[in-house]
């Protein structure tokens, strides 16, 4: 029987301890759960090459030239179809290509719930 179990970090790694008397006697490795930073960013990645994503870069760049500014609920209006996965609107700014202005709008579309949006210009 164990006296007490703890948990240790070394260089990103998790470790789990049991110590009977001072003394360690089991280690094993225990998985984190990824954070919503690394959620997105997994998200993101899946779909960034998907033709859909690359159609609506192709929209955002024209509009960016156009207008000197970008947002996705431009790019949204535009392509008409929804995408085949929310992350994709993500995907669409990720990268170099497109750099943010620092400006943010809410945006008008319903399934967005009025939450705020970037704008974007080419980098």
């Not at 006296?3 to 790694?13: C, Q």
């Not at 955002?60 to 609107?89: L, Q, T």
Request: net charge positive.
């Amino acid at each position: 029987m164990t006296d007490r179990i703890f948990r240790h970090t070394l260089r990103g790694n998790t470790v789990l301890m049991g110590l009977k008397d001072g003394t360690v006697i089991q280690t094993r490795a225990a998985q984190l759960p990824l954070t919503g930073l690394e959620l997105k960013e997994r998200g993101i990645a899946s779909v960034s090459r998907h033709s859909w994503v690359n159609r609506a870069r192709g929209v955002a760049e024209y509009i960016c030239h156009e207008r000197g500014v970008v947002s996705s609920d431009d790019v949204h209006i535009v392509m008409g179809d929804e995408p085949p996965n929310p992350n994709c609107y993500g995907a669409i700014f990720a990268g170099q290509r497109f750099a943010p202005t620092g400006e943010r709008v809410r945006s008008t579309r319903p399934e967005a719930h009025g939450r705020e949006i970037r704008i974007w210009r080419l980098a």
